[in-house]
C-alpha cells in the first residue's frame, strides 16, 4: 500500500493557529491540528472533548473520536 503524504510547516499555520488559541483558549498545539484540517479543508477527528466544545459554535469540522463507527469483518 502506498501513501500519498504531504508535510505542512507549522511555521506556515501558525498565525492563524495563534488566532485560534488565543480567540478560543486553546494550546497552541491544539490549534495547529485545527489550522491544519481547515488548510486542507478535511475534518479534525479529536478525542479531547474539551477541545470541541470549546470549538462546537465555530465553522471548524471537529469529530469526536468516541462517534466513529468502525466496521467489524
Request: with cysteine; glycine share 0%; charged share 20%.
Amino acid at each position: 500500500m502506498q501513501l500519498n503524504l504531504s508535510a505542512v510547516s507549522t511555521e506556515s499555520l501558525l498565525p492563524a493557529a495563534l488566532d485560534l488559541a488565543v480567540a478560543h483558549d486553546l494550546t497552541a498545539c491544539d490549534a495547529c491540528y485545527i489550522a491544519l484540517a481547515s488548510f486542507l479543508a478535511l475534518p479534525l477527528l479529536a478525542a479531547d472533548e474539551k477541545q470541541i466544545d470549546k470549538m462546537r459554535s465555530q465553522t471548524y469540522d471537529i469529530r469526536m473520536l468516541s462517534d466513529l463507527e468502525v466496521p467489524i469483518r
